[in-house]
């Protein structure tokens, strides 16, 4: 099965799936090798890595190498976290094209103004226009170079305090637009405004979330609503941070590494998610005498 086709697959399937979050080509094996059958390459992740805020700091061509290097160590499908699409539809058009050519499944455009600010900061998010915002969603599918290339319209509307009565009316006019899946986005703790959406959207096209902010509900509960996907979207960039920050402190305190061996990765590990034995295997056939 292609990549999209399989994107596409997780995204519609009758049962609730999960995509993870990968940062880079490492994470994203590791990802891959605990089970997950996609991988969202989220910008603000990508953008910590880098040391950058979310605020498309990043360039698209330094988010697409990293992506690329993700679906070249990976066999299970990418969504992008496409941002806003870094400009108008004609940006859109070309990000959409390139990410088509390096093997990425799909991509994810949300619907706030260029360049875009983190949904967890601040209070007031500026908002496309629907109309310009539709236009990006017809530009982005008339793009696809495969047919089953995954288009996902993320709704801020919520996030930058609009009335569920607009978010709805977003989701509406994106579906008509073209858009695969709706991606409903919320920063409450308690998910009520989520499982409002869902109960008032009633299945009419698959609805993804990312439960950020409201960790604490049952993945049951999610299911019993309707959602279709959901996305653990920064939890192995933060699982990173939390990890490096212990070790290194323990190093920098104890000024010797033995007792931190055992808390680490062994260089095997290394070598065995970087393909150095499968190389060292290529090299006995390529290099013999």
Known sequence: MKKTENLRRILTCDDLSFIMEAHSALSARIAEE??????WASGLSISASLGLSD???????????IVEFMADHTKVPILLDGDTGYGNFNNVRRLVRKLSQRGVAGVCLEDKVFPKMNSFIGAEHGLATIGEFCGKLRAAKDSRQDPDFCIVARVEALISGCSMEEALARAD???????????????????????????????????????????????????????????????????????IRSITRKIHRQQAV???????????????LTNEFEVQEAERKYLAC
Request: with cysteine; glycine share 4%; net charge negative.
């Open 55 to 65: 605020r498309n700091e990043a360039s698209w061509t330094q988010v697409l190498d």
């Open 173 to 243: 006019a994106y579906s008509e637009a073209g858009a695969d899946a709706i991606l409903i986005h919320s920063k409450k703790s308690d998910g009520q405004e989520i499982l409002e959406f869902c109960r008032r959207w009633n299945r009419r096209c698959p609805i993804v979330i990312v439960p950020t902010k409201y960790y604490r509900i049952p993945t049951s509960v999610f299911r019993d609503a309707g959602v279709s996907c959901v996305i653990w979207a920064n939890h192995s960039l933060r699982a990173s941070i939390s990890a």
């Open 258 to 272: 033995a007792d931190v061996e055992h808390e680490i990765a062994s260089l095997d590990d290394v070598f065995f």
């Open 34 to 39: 605990s089970g997950f059958e996609a991988l």
